[in-house]
């Protein structure tokens, strides 16, 4: 893209991880949506896109059309009245707006509002965060204490996953790792939901992992894209407290052999990763060893791999 002249200049010969639209824009006022049937170029003065799916030929909510008639009446162009179309097209209930943006495109700055509270706006010029390098910030933090997004967070099923990277932020990874673990092996009834945050957090640890060390690339192999095959590789803490998670709960599994045998395939992708073949080629043919016990993906991938290791 830093090559383009144009925002769609060279984008046909990517390929996309899964089937979304997404809006891409310049700050020369070109645009386009991509989507599973191609590419809609901007016609006029604006262009609209929405999450919403196409039901017999029509949006299957009335969003995008909310935005497309405030565009169309208005003659303003302004931080205020863009702030109006978020507001008016913003989502509650069990589906809700998370944040927003409003990007100024030829100044380089970001807007964000967070949880459709558009009286709060935390600022990003882009060109000063660049120069920051590789780093991950919680969006929360930016904006003052809200009722309703704690309320929400609170309640998300994946508010433990984060409360743990919270500690992991405070007292670090590898020893808030074993106090997980052994609160997890305390069985208490109460601790249900522990172990499927702790498997969520071995998956988040490599995601950043391989983020961090690929320039920003997305975690190809997670999707079998070709590239995500194509692994060079390097040491990172994270990836070894990833696999002692993953260690802890694939020994603990005895029901559900399926997703044993996943984790048995992502400690075969974490030893690949960090150089250790012989590792790797273990789990990777542990996992796949029994079709019938292994999930589609995982056969998929698990053969992929064992195809690049040494016989």
């Not at 310049?26 to 006029?44: F, H, L, M, Q, W």
């Not at 010029?125 to 590789?134: A, F, N, V």
């Not at 074993?178 to 305390?186: F, H, L, N, P, V």
Request: proline share 3%; aromatic share 12%.
């Amino acid at each position: 893209m830093q090559k383009c002249k144009r925002s769609y200049g060279s984008i046909e010969k990517y390929d996309y991880a899964i089937s979304a639209k997404a809006l891409l824009a310049d700050k020369e006022g070109n645009s386009i949506v991509i989507t599973p049937g191609g590419i809609i170029e901007k016609k006029g003065d604006f262009q609209v896109n929405s999450n919403c799916n196409m039901i017999n030929g029509k949006l299957s909510c009335r969003r995008p059309d909310i935005a497309n008639e405030m565009l169309a009446a208005s003659k303003e162009n302004n931080i205020g009245f863009l702030k109006t179309i978020l507001d008016k097209t913003h989502q509650e209930g069990e589906l809700n707006t998370l944040y927003s943006t409003i990007c100024d495109l030829k100044k380089g700055i970001i807007y964000v509002y967070l949880f459709h509270d558009y009286n709060t706006v935390y600022k990003i010029d882009l060109k000063s965060e660049l120069k920051k390098g590789y780093h991950i910030e919680n969006l929360a933090d930016h904006f003052p204490a809200s009722f309703a997004y704690e309320h929400f967070s609170k309640n998300h099923s994946l508010y433990l996953k984060e409360s743990i990277f919270q500690e992991m932020m405070n007292k670090g990874i590898e020893t808030t790792v074993d106090r997980y673990i052994a609160e997890s092996e305390k069985s208490d009834p109460k601790n249900k939901n522990l172990d499927p945050a702790l498997l969520e957090v071995a998956l988040q640890l490599i995601k950043y992992s391989w983020n961090e060390h690929n320039n920003g690339a997305m975690w190809d192999y997670w999707f079998s894209k070709p590239n995500g095959y194509d692994i060079k590789p390097y040491k990172d803490t994270r990836l070894t407290s990833a696999e002692n998670l993953l260690k802890y709960l694939s020994a603990k599994e005895e029901k559900d052999l399926k997703l044993r045998n996943f984790m048995y395939e992502i400690s075969g992708f974490i030893n690949f990763t960090q150089g250790d073949t012989d590792k790797a080629k273990y789990f990777y043919e542990k996992s796949i060893s029994n079709s019938d016990e292994a999930y589609p993906i995982t056969l998929l991938r698990g053969k992929e791999m064992l195809s690049r290791l040494p016989k």
